[in-house]
C-alpha cells in the first residue's frame, strides 16, 4: 500500500489507517481477524484510545508476533499528570509493547484543556520524560475545535494532530491543512464518514485521498468494511461527474445536520452536552450497547430531557445547525432505543 511521511515525526505509513473504537463492539477473536487482515493488506497505521474499553487490548494481540510491526497510536483524555502516567502505564501494558509509537493528547477542544496539557509540570512533562525514556517516540494532540488546534499547531509542541475531516466538515483542507504543513505536522482525519452519516464509502474516500499528506482512519468493525475502501484506493481515484454531482447533494443535504463537536455552541444554561447529544447515533454505531444505555451517556441523555428550548446554543452554533429541533428528535430515538434495549435485556 502507497505510503506517505507523518509530518516532522517522520515515519512513513500507510496512506490509509484503522480507526480502533468499533472493534470494542465485537467478540475478541473477531476483532483480532479484523486488525490482521488490515494488516495484511498493508495498513500499518493502527489508532486506539485508553477510551475504547478492550480496543487496546485487541489491537495488542492482533499485532504481537506479526512480521511487520505496525505504527500503534493511542491516547489519553487526562489533563493531570497523575492520570497521563497511570494511563501511559496501561496503554503499555494493554499493548504489550515496550514503546508507544505515537502517544495523543485526546479530544483538546478548549484552552483550559490546552493550557492544562502543556503545563510545564503536568501531561507533557510526563510524556516527555516518557520519550526521553524510549516508552514513547512521538506526540500528537486529537480536537475538535478549529480554533484550539490552530492554537495547539503555533506552540510547535506535537508532531501530528487529529481532526474531523469529510467532505461535509471540510473546513480544514483550507483552515488548518496549511498550517499544519507549515509546522510539519503530521495530519490524521478523523472523522472520514462524517461518524456514520455517510455512507457512500467512494466518494467519501475519493475525496480524502486527494490529499497527499493525510491519513484518514476510519472506524472498522469487519473486514469487508475496509476491504471496500482498500478499493478505492487502488483506484481510479478521480471522481466522476456523477460522483461530484452526488457529493454535491448530500453536502446539501447533510451539511446543517452534521455536528463537529467543537463545542462553540456551550455554555447550555440547563448543563446539557449539546455535542455528545448530538452524535448518540453516531457513539451507537461505534459502541457497545452497555456504553450507550447507562453510565456517562445515559446522564448526558437524561439531562437532554430538560433543554427549554431557549436557542441561545443555534446563536452560537457557526454551522447553523437547528440544534433545538435535533436535540429533540436524539432524545426521542434514544428512549425508543432504550426501551427496546430494556426489552431485550430482561428477557
Ligand atoms: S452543535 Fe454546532 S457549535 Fe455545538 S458542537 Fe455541534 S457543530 Fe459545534
Ligand atoms: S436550546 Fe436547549 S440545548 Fe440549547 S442552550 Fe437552550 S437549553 Fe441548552
Known amino acids: 500500500m502507497e ?12 496512506k490509509l489507517g484503522f480507526g480502533g473504537i468499533p472493534i470494542q463492539r465485537v467478540s475478541e477473536d473477531e476483532a483480532v481477524a479484523v ?8 495498513i500499518t497505521f493502527i489508532d486506539t484510545a485508553n477510551a475504547y474499553t478492550t480496543s487496546e487490548e485487541r489491537i495488542g494481540r492482533a499485532i ?23 494511563h501511559l502505564k496501561l496503554s503499555l501494558e494493554h499493548l504489550g509493547t515496550d514503546t508507544i509509537d505515537l502517544y495523543q493528547f485526546h479530544g483538546v477542544s478548549d484552552s483550559k484543556s490546552l493550557d492544562m496539557v502543556l503545563d510545564p509540570r503536568g501531561p507533557m512533562a510526563v510524556v516527555k520524560e516518557a520519550q526521553k525514556a524510549g516508552r514513547v517516540k512521538h506526540i500528537g494532540i486529537t480536537s475538535h475545535s478549529m480554533d484550539i488546534a490552530k492554537e495547539a499547531m503555533k506552540t510547535d ?14 473546513e480544514p483542507a483550507d483552515e488548518l491543512l496549511p498550517l499544519t504543513r507549515e509546522h510539519d505536522v503530521g495530519f490524521i482525519a478523523m472523522k472520514p464518514l462524517a461518524g456514520g452519516l455517510l455512507d457512500n464509502v467512494t466518494i467519501a474516500f475519493k475525496y480524502l ?10 472506524g472498522i468493525e469487519k473486514t469487508h468494511e475496509i476491504e471496500e475502501i482498500v478499493q478505492v484506493l487502488a483506484g481510479p481515484r478521480e471522481m466522476t461527474e456523477a460522483e461530484k454531482r452526488d457529493m454535491e447533494r448530500l453536502r446539501e443535504e ?13 455554555p447550555c444554561p440547563e448543563g446539557i452536552r449539546i455535542s455528545t447529544v448530538m452524535n448518540i447515533r453516531s457513539f451507537a454505531k461505534r459502541m457497545p450497547p452497555e456504553r450507550i444505555f ?3 451517556l445515559a446522564e448526558a441523555m437524561e439531562q437532554a430531557a ?29 428512549q425508543e432505543e432504550k426501551g427496546k434495549y430494556q426489552e431485550v435485556a430482561s428477557r
Open 306 to 334: 430538560n433543554c427549554t428550548e431557549c436557542g441561545e446554543c443555534e446563536e452560537r452554533c457557526p454551522y447553523n445547525l437547528p440544534i433545538r429541533e435535533m436535540v429533540a428528535e436524539q432524545v426521542k430515538w434514544y
Open 157 to 170: 509542541q506535537f508532531e501530528t494532530i487529529m481532526f474531523p475531516f469529510n467532505f461535509i466538515t471540510c
Open 209 to 218: 485521498f486527494q490529499f497527499p499528506d493525510i491519513v484518514p482512519i476510519p
Open 254 to 266: 447533510l451539511g446543517t445536520r452534521f455536528c463537529r463537536r467543537c463545542e462553540y455552541c456551550q
Open 64 to 86: 504481537r508476533g506479526q512480521r511487520e510491526r505496525p505504527f500503534v497510536a493511542t491516547k489519553t483524555g487526562h489533563r493531570e499528570r497523575e492520570g497521563v502516567e497511570r
Open 294 to 296: 447507562s453510565g456517562m
Open 35 to 42: 486488525v490482521r487482515r488490515c494488516l495484511e493488506l498493508g
Open 3 to 14: 505510503k506517505i511521511r507523518l509530518g516532522r515525526t517522520g515515519m512513513m505509513v500507510s
